[in-house]
C-alpha cells in the first residue's frame, strides 16, 4: 500500500530526513514513534504530497507521489498535526463542503458525511461553530474528514496530541476499529500509519512500530520486540522502608534478577529498579519476597 525508497529532505543546510525507506501492508498499523524534530512530520508530508522530496520515492497504492499526487491524494485520508479547519464554520458544513472537494453530491455526500460523523461520534456539536470546540472535538472533526472518503490509507500525524485521558482513549479506539473493520469485511484492512512520540501509544494500537531518530530510521518490529531490545524489559521499581544495602542485596539474590541500581532516597524509604536478565518476567519472584517480609 505504501512503498518508500531512499527518501531525502533538505532544508537549506539542515538535512531532516536522510535515505528512509520502508514498505505498509494492507491491514497493518504502522507507528512512526521517535522524539520531536526526528522528521516524522517531514516523512508524512512527502507521502501526502504536501511537500516534494530533495531525491528518493514514495508510492501509495502503486501511484508514485511526484508524478501522478492526485491520484494518490484520493485515495489517502490525511489528518495534519494541529487538525486545521476553518473555525468559523460548524462541522456540518466543514464535512460538507469537504465531501464537496472530494466530488460527492446530493445524497452521497449526505451519506459520507453522516457515516463520518457518526463514526467519530460528532453528533452532538455538527451545528457549532468549529472555534467554539474542545480540542478532542476539534480533533474529532479532522479525523472525520480524513476517513469521510473511506480512503485505503490513511496517515495521521500526533493524532491524539493536546487531548485528555479519555479523549486519547476514544481516538485509539477509533484507529483500532477502522483498521478490523476493513479486515470483517473482507477487504485485507486499510494501512494506517501515525506518527507520535509516546511509546504508550504505539502499544495501544499499532501492529508494528519504526523508530526514526535525525532523520534516519534505528529500528523496525512489533511494539513487543521494540520493548524486548531495551535493557529495562520487565525491570520492577519499588520504594520500600529500610536499609539501601540490605534492599539491593536481597533483591540481588532473586533468581532472573540481572543488577539492583538506586533510583532515589527520602524520609527512611529508597527506591530501587531490579533489572532483569534479558527481559525475563521477575515480577511474581520480587512480590514473593516483599510478601513474606524479606524486603520492608
Do not use: W
Not at 147 to 152: E, K, T
Amino acid at each position: 500500500m505504501i512503498r518508500i525508497n531512499s527518501l531525502v529532505k533538505r532544508f537549506g543546510a539542515i538535512l531532516a530526513v536522510d535515505g528512509v525507506s520502508f514498505q505498509v501492508e494492507a491491514g497493518q498499523v504502522l507507528g512512526f514513534l521517535g522524539p520531536n524534530g526526528a522528521g516524522k512530520s517531514t516523512t508524512m508530508k512527502m507521502v501526502t504530497g504536501f511537500l516534494t522530496p530533495t531525491s528518493g520515492t514514495a508510492q501509495v497504492c502503486g501511484h508514485d507521489v511526484a508524478e501522478n499526487p492526485i491520484a494518490v491524494q484520493e485515495r489517502i485520508g490525511y489528518l495534519p498535526e494541529g487538525a486545521p479547519a476553518y473555525p468559523e464554520m460548524t462541522p456540518e458544513s466543514f464535512l460538507r463542503f469537504i465531501a464537496e472537494v472530494r466530488g460527492y453530491r446530493g445524497a452521497e455526500r449526505r451519506r459520507r458525511v453522516e457515516s463520518a460523523a457518526q463514526i467519530v461520534s460528532l453528533g452532538g456539536v455538527m451545528r457549532q461553530p468549529i472555534d467554539t470546540l474542545s480540542k478532542g472535538y476539534k480533533r474529532r472533526v479532522g479525523l472525520a474528514q480524513a476517513i469521510l472518503h473511506d480512503p485505503d490509507v490513511l496517515i495521521m500525524d500526533e493524532p491524539t496530541d493536546g487531548l485528555d485521558p479519555n479523549q486519547k482513549h476514544h481516538v485509539r479506539g477509533l484507529i483500532r476499529e477502522m483498521a478490523d473493520r476493513g479486515r470483517e469485511e473482507g477487504r485485507g484492512g486499510k494501512a494506517i500509519v501515525l506518527s507520535t512520540h509516546i511509546l504508550e501509544e504505539v502499544e495501544a494500537v499499532c501492529t508494528r512500530a519504526l523508530i526514526i531518530a535525525k532523520g534516519r530510521i534505528v529500528a523496525d518490529g512489533t511494539p513487543a520486540q521494540l520493548l524486548a531490545r531495551s535493557r529495562y524489559h520487565n525491570a520492577v521499581a519499588l520504594t520500600v522502608r529500610g536499609d539501601a544495602g540490605k534492599v539491593e542485596a536481597e533483591l540481588s539474590r532473586v533468581k532472573g534478577v540481572d543488577c539492583v541500581e538506586q533510583t532515589g532516597r527520602c524520609d527512611g524509604s529508597v527506591s530501587v529498579l531490579a533489572i532483569a536478565k534479558g527481559g525475563r518476567n521477575i515480577v511474581e519472584d520480587v512480590g514473593q519476597l516483599v510478601r513474606a517480609g524479606l524486603v520492608r
